[in-house]
């Protein structure tokens, strides 16, 4: 049963224990207290609880919405329609304050995934009569679920206040920042911890497995290491680059050459049908944020795709797959025009590159079957593909939030290795599913690197990972305002904390 179905029948079942404070938007939790004393009392609640630490993910304000409105607005993909809002063109301008709406609510929604975790890893261990392969496997997802976390914490605001133990009374939520090294010791700790406990065996939709923890620290290892490479800021403490480019190769080379759980998708639209992945026995998608579309809420199903889906005034139709001639008519609706692509990302593709022709819609069908040319400066412009539902009942989506890909990974590879033949196979592998000739021979280290940064920008344009590259490669600035004009007043390399947190938490002040 995928996780998305757990999750729903949670929320309907109410199961009554403290915990399970609501299956709403729970602002009246701090970050999730809880009283575990009349819970945890067998294998059933274990698996309650770990359900309740996955079900932060697929909720609006992380991957079903706010996590792409903060960390694909600010780089070159996209830009907000008109009357998104204040806080929305605050992050596209790069001119982030700490009273940024968005990055308040992202905040909140990650330390609740902490605090979700911290139950699990603190309450499981002691569950009685319960399996010791099941448990283990429990709580080593719920040290993946914290270091990812920490992970997008550290990458999004620097240093933060590290929460290790459950919140069960008020007092315990002033926490002074930890340093940036402290939180990636952590990080490393939880998913080192998640690979010994998790099995290689493929888990449920939307659960975490041992891959997902290797692949985890391959993206924990590279952000380390090009980081130092390039000077970024607040990577100081990295002693090494070489180690941990090395570290990198290592976790990348266990997703890419030493699992069978996990592998390539040849055809382009298939890794995002749902439908299709769901069910084969080997897919890309090695961690997701999963959502059904016979959910009850949003959360349980996803409105995502209307954030990049234009709105002309009619329900659209487009090919199921464009470079296939005989390929199926699809009904898409109409979305919200709230993503805009921008032309800086769409004019940055080869001609040929399948990754714009077949991912990227640029004609639409209407009602009365014409075909609808959308241009790049409309106010209805090409939009992504990646996140259609093909099924979508009115505005419940089966459109599961990828967080960790294996073409993510093998790009990780590459550049973790450098320009070695392995290293160019990897990449090759990507161009070649794209239909462009093989990278140049012969680039330097450095430049073998920077493309295949390059190579990420095309591949997982609109995934959450954009942003991240630029920092970690020191190139906001050579990107985004040398190449691109943009400007740049805050929020470069760490977006500021919130200040509902600093007035809330005395330890946080200056």
């Known amino acids: ?98 009273t940024n709406s968005d990055l308040d609510n992202l905040w909140t929604y990650m330390y609740r995934g902490v605090a979700r975790a911290n139950a699990v890893i603190a309450n499981v261990p002691n569950v009685p009569n319960m399996v010791d392969a099941a448990k283990n496997q429990i709580i080593g997802e719920a040290y993946f679920l914290r270091a990812l976390h920490n992970f ?12 290790l133990e459950p919140l069960v009374e008020a007092e315990q939520i002033p926490v002074a920042k930890s340093s940036i090294e402290a939180i990636y010791d952590i990080i490393i700790a939880d998913l080192k911890q998640g690979e010994e406990l998790m099995p290689i065996t493929k888990n449920f939709e939307g659960r975490a497995n041992r891959v997902a923890a290797q692949a985890l620290l391959a993206k924990v290892y590279l952000q380390l290491a090009s980081s130092k490479e390039s000077g970024s800021v607040g990577y100081d403490f990295v002693a090494n680059s070489d180690e941990m480019y090395a570290q990198a190769l290592a976790y990348a080379d266990k997703v890419v050459n030493q699992q069978s759980v996990f592998d390539f998708t040849n055809v382009l639209p298939d890794i995002w049908n749902t439908e299709i992945y769901k069910n084969a026995a080997i897919s890309e998608h090695i961690f997701d944020a999963a ?39 699809i009904n898409i609706g109409r979305g919200w025009n709230h993503f805009q692509m921008e032309a800086f990302h769409y004019n940055s593709y080869n001609g040929s590159d399948k ?27 090409p939009f992504t593909r990646k996140f259609i539902d093909p099924l979508r009942d009115a505005d419940k989506m089966s459109t599961n939030s990828p967080i960790i890909r ?42 073998f690197r920077n493309a295949v940064v390059e190579e990420r920008a095309l591949e997982l344009a609109f995934e959450g990972n954009r942003l991240f590259d630029l920092r970690r490669t020191n190139s906001m600035e050579r990107i985004l305002v040398q190449k691109y004009g943009k400007s740049i007043t805050s929020g470069a390399y760490f977006f500021p904390i919130p200040q509902r947190e600093i007035d809330s938490n005395p330890l946080m002040q200056p």
């Open 291 to 329: 959502v059904d579309r016979e959910g009850e809420r949003e959360g349980n199903y996803s409105k995502l795709p209307n954030m990049f889906l234009p709105d002309p005034g009619f329900a659209m139709t487009i090919p199921y797959n464009a470079s296939d001639p005989n390929s199926e008519l």
């Open 355 to 381: 990754r714009k022709l077949d991912l990227i819609v640029s004609e639409v069908i209407n009602p009365d079957g014409n075909v609808i040319q959308l241009g790049i400066n409309d106010f209805s412009r």
């Open 152 to 163: 997008n914490l550290v990458r999004l605001f620097g240093e933060v206040p590290l929460r």
């Open 406 to 447: 294996y073409s993510d990974i093998l790009l990780i590879y590459a550049e973790a290795a450098g320009p070695t033949t392995e290293a160019y196979l990897a990449v090759n592998k990507i161009r070649t599913r794209a239909g462009l000739a093989p990278l140049q021979t012969g680039l330097s280290t450095a430049d």
């Open 1 to 98: 049963m995928k996780i998305s179905k757990i999750i729903a029948g949670i929320c309907l079942t109410g199961i009554t224990s403290s915990i399970f404070l609501s299956c709403s938007k729970l602002t009246e939790e701090p970050y999730g207290i809880v009283n575990s004393n009349s819970f945890y009392k067998t294998a059933e609640d274990a698996l309650s609880g770990l359900v309740y630490a996955y079900a932060i993910l697929p909720e609006v304000g992380y991957y079903s919405r706010g996590y792409y409105i903060i960390t694909e607005l600010p780089t070159e993909n996209l830009t907000a329609k008109s009357d998104a809002g204040q806080a929305n063109f605050e992050l596209e301008q790069l001119r982030t304050t700490s």
